[in-house]
């Protein structure tokens, strides 16, 4: 089941509101959690047990890290870690290390693939996130199985994110009352992620589908491609994202923010403190922190960031184009420090810009790729090799509707820096009753439609 679809829409979420409105306060969390498992559970009953598995150890492991001192805490923490990140190495990892290894000739036998739960990744960044956070002691363990389980498995950021660290809801998972403001809010939130998705983002998916579907595309035909994937990325996964801060708010949970105008950057520094918050935070809490970060010399901060971003890129995919595409960005960083260590003059606002969104859609090219066939294909479509102009098959693609997205698309990812009028309020903020007219486009619009995946499932 996904949010964008009719059972989710006008059966899952109805049942689901009534139920939480009409049982008392204090089975609230347990209406949540039992939602939830019925909402996993219409992809793949089967990959239940797994994730109560991982949230039943990784609320015991918290127990006990508090409970123990010394080398049993140390033991303790590294046993709440290694469980749940295990499971993600086996489900997420093993193919691609199977199929790498019979391609260097390694006489493997049969092998059958091994399926990836989705959503995993966020599922265990959240377990690892809380036992390291009760070990460093800056939230308390959780006693109650029946909160902790529902802060890790709510419907609403389960599948795609955001990731969603405990300290942020603990709170509100022990006490919240109804608040008709902030359902509101909530509610205006989700019907905004869901128009764009559907009216933006899988809009462009068909064309970027075609454009990368192309034996030899040329240096148009690649442009359009990944401009178009620029776009369909970003509304579909900041359209979950909304939709699933939309959700949290209805029944009283704050999710953090995971996007800020991410393509109004002027620097991949910065482009990393506005695309996929949740996560470039957790990385550097968690991950590049605990390397060592900047506290030994610059060229340690360095390969640690470069390290960092590498894990970061094979996190998001079972390919080595993930990886690449981390080195990339672990360069890009690595690049902009030593240009502001060197001392090297400030680069005029718009040509910053103008680097900055190159280097993320050149990025994006790889990270849409599935293998290196792929990738090559594209780069060498980029390079000139196919010729220069748009292809016919791209301009059959490319058709009105596509094209129009694609204007509408630039607009709204630019309209913040225009001079406040009331335009730029209408698309920056949009009010309930915008909200609410766009969702119901929304909604007619996709019964002429398949149903699209959001992208970051298969994260």
């Known amino acids: 089941m996904v949010f964008v679809s ?12 009534l139920a939480y409105a009409v049982v008392p306060s204090a089975f609230r969390n347990l209406t949540i959690l039992l939602f939830s498992l019925i909402f996993y559970g219409w992809w793949r009953f089967d990959f239940l047990p797994l994730l109560v598995a991982i949230a039943c150890w990784s609320w015991a492991s918290g127990l006990w890290i508090v409970r123990s001192a010394g080398r049993e805490r140390r033991a303790a923490l590294l046993a709440a870690i290694l469980v749940p990140l295990a499971s993600l190495v086996w489900f997420k990892y093993a193919n691609l290390l199977v ?6 000739g390694a006489p493997i036998g049969n092998w059958t693939p091994v399926p990836l739960p989705i959503g995993l990744s966020f599922f265990v960044f959240g377990a690892i996130s809380y036992s390291v956070d009760v070990y460093r002691k800056t939230v308390a363990a959780e006693p109650s199985l029946i909160n902790y389980a529902t802060y890790q498995a709510m419907f609403g950021h389960l599948v795609a994110g955001p990731v969603v660290r405990y300290q942020s809801v603990a709170e509100r ?32 998916a068909p064309l970027v589908d075609a454009g990368y579907a192309l034996p030899t595309p040329s240096t ?14 970003y509304f579909d996964f900041a359209g979950y994202s909304s939709m699933a801060i939309g959700l949290g708010l209805m029944v009283g949970l704050k999710f ?38 900047n506290r030994s010399g610059k060229v340690r901060s360095y390969l640690n960031l470069l390290v960092t971003m590498a894990l970061g890129g094979l996190w998001h995919g079972a390919s080595w184009t993930f990886l690449v595409w981390g080195i990339w960005h672990g360069l890009g960083l690595i690049i902009a420090r030593l240009w502001g260590a060197i001392g090297a003059p400030a680069i005029p606002r718009l040509v910053s810009h103008l680097l900055t969104i190159v280097f993320v859609m050149m990025g994006w090219l790889l990270f849409r790729a599935q293998d290196w066939q792929v990738a090559t294909t594209m780069m060498s479509g980029l390079s000139g090799q196919n010729g220069l102009a748009l292809s016919p098959a791209m301009m059959a693609a490319a058709r009105p509707t596509e094209f129009l997205t694609l204007c509408l698309g630039v607009l709204v990812i630019y309209m913040p820096i225009v001079p406040d009028n009331f335009a730029r309020r209408l698309v920056v903020r949009p009010p309930f009753e915008l909200a609410a007219a766009l969702w119901l486009c929304s909604l007619w619009t996709m019964q002429s439609r398949s149903v699209i995946p959001f992208l970051y499932f298969q994260f």
């Open 99 to 104: 199929e790498s290894a019979i391609a260097l």
């Open 173 to 204: 998972l022990k006490a919240r009352s109804f608040d008709l403001a902030e359902f509101t809010e909530g509610w205006r939130r989700f019907m905004l992620g869901f128009s764009q998705k559907v009216l933006l983002g899988d809009t462009l």
């Open 220 to 233: 148009a035909d690649v442009i359009l491609t990944v401009t178009a994937y620029t776009l369909h990325l």
């Open 6 to 17: 009719d059972s989710f829409v006008f059966l899952f979420l109805p049942v689901f509101l």
């Open 256 to 293: 953090p923010e995971n996007f800020d105008n991410p393509y109004l950057s002027r620097s991949i520094t910065e482009f990393w403190r506005r695309w996929h918050i949740s996560l470039s935070s957790w990385l550097r809490d968690y991950l590049y922190i605990p390397l060592g970060g």
